[in-house]
Nanobody, 123 residues
Framework: VQLQASGGGLVQAGGSLRLSCAAS????????VGWFRQAPGKEREFVSS????????YYADSVKGRFTISRDNARNTLYLQMNSLKPEDTALYYC?????????????????WGQGTQVTVSS
């Protein structure tokens, strides 16, 4: 299983970005997949996850109402639409997949990780 994250960049506060995570190696119909982020000097934190098969979505309180997670079955790709970005959203964002078909909120619960994509929000 391989995950390839992309879509990060530099954006002004209030702006938007869409992250993508292309998955290969298998279909993820029975997986939970999600996004985590890690800012410099801080611990990795949960951002959002989705149950690939049924589409149930989960969000951290800090991004609820601003971020939307989605997936494209045909492309086997996970997305994170990020709107109303704030400087505190600046971090390295990672996509991850979990074989256990339950939402996971801790990084240790995930089995596969993509490389990070940097998101920087200027004030």
């Amino acid at each position: 299983v391989q995950l390839q994250a992309s879509g990060g960049g530099l954006v002004q506060a209030g702006g938007s970005l869409r992250l993508s995570c292309a998955a290969s190696g298998r279909t993820f119909i029975t997986y939970a997949v999600g996004w985590f982020r890690q800012a410099p000097g801080k611990e990795r934190e949960f951002v959002s996850s989705i149950m690939w098969g049924r589409g149930s979505e989960y969000y951290a309180d800090s991004v609820k109402g601003r971020f939307t997670i989605s997936r494209d079955n045909a492309r086997n790709t996970l997305y994170l639409q990020m709107n109303s970005l704030k400087p505190e959203d600046t971090a390295l964002y990672y996509c991850a997949a979990r074989k256990t078909y339950r939402p996971g909120y801790m990084g240790s619960e995930y089995d596969y990780w993509g490389q990070g994509t940097q998101v920087t929000v200027s004030s």
